[in-house]
């Protein structure tokens, strides 16, 4: 029997955010932090969590700070960044599962953007493992060849018109990634437009962060991804470049499937296939 619980957590740059923790009936062999990607609220993953914990993981799940249950004001008051996400949001989440347990090892799982910012998160080298899942560089000339015209737009177009005129990126009335700080948006897109993506816009301090990093990460990627490419793939775990890598391609036929994709992977019907035979693997 798993069970699960909301909180609400202080962080240290002076807001909340909504979590959700669930706990396995018994004994705990790690705590697992998802961190999501870039516009997903935490209800998305939901189900994974559930079954982790019904393996015998505590699990944590979160928004970030303007997303989700975690957007409490107008976002057009709010100046956050992706790094206060990553220095805050992900550091409370950190925090709050050590002390629940400092025994159990804690193992990070990032989806997306949730696998991009590890090298940000002060408290990085607390982690014991990482997996990410459908994460690489979001440069854009590495995307695939049929999202370059649409992020194209995105970055040149829509992106800095719409924040210039809104106060915020309108991304559920533009059909794109979803309602976004401005600061969000607009740090986003500067890496987008970096051939070295966060990397190459935050500095040398920030590229000898990702590179100390020791953590062994795990990837897992699909090779039917829509946004992700192999080369943003390979590009993105790159910037850890002292981190022993384990770097699994997927095709959805490797697991019986017509279409796995960017977001396929957290869902239930993969509980038997991806869940199983890849992501318990990667934690064991």
């Not at 619980?5 to 004994?27: C, K, N, V």
């Not at 809104?166 to 890496?191: C, H, S, T």
């Amino acid at each position: 029997m798993v069970r699960s619980e909301s909180r609400i957590l202080a962080t240290q740059g002076g807001y909340e955010i909504a979590a959700r923790i669930f706990r396995p009936d018994g004994a705990v062999r790690a705590s697992v932090l998802i961190a999501s990607a870039m516009g997903v609220s935490q209800v998305f993953y939901a189900p994974l969590a559930t079954w982790l914990a019904s393996e015998g993981f505590r699990v944590a799940t979160f928004d970030y700070f303007g997303t989700g249950e975690s957007r409490t004001v107008s976002l057009r008051a709010l100046t956050i960044t992706i790094s206060d996400w990553a220095i805050f949001d992900c550091e409370a989440m950190i925090a709050e599962l050590l002390k629940e347990s400092r025994s159990a090892p804690l193992y990070w799982l990032g989806h997306s953007l949730g696998g991009q910012i590890l090298g940000l998160v002060p408290s990085r080298d607390r982690i014991a493992k990482a997996v990410t899942v459908a994460c690489g560089s979001g440069y854009w000339l590495e995307n695939p060849p049929r999202l370059k015209w649409r992020v194209w737009w995105l970055w040149y177009v829509a992106a800095p018109i719409s924040m210039s005129v809104l106060g915020y990126f309108p991304g559920k009335r533009l059909r794109k990634v979803g309602d976004l700080p401005k600061g969000v948006m607009a740090q986003w897109r500067r890496w987008c437009l970096n051939p070295n993506y966060v990397i190459g816009v935050e500095g040398a301090g920030i590229r000898a962060q990702y590179a100390a990093l020791t953590t062994p990460i795990t990837s897992l990627s699909f090779v039917d991804d829509e946004y992700m490419s192999a080369k943003n793939i390979e590009s993105l775990h790159g910037f850890y470049r002292n981190a022993p890598r384990t770097m699994i391609r997927i095709a959805p036929t490797d697991v019986s499937a017509s279409r796995i994709g960017h977001f396929g992977f957290f869902n239930e019907r993969f509980r038997d296939s991806l869940w199983q035979r890849y992501l318990l693997q990667a934690l064991a």
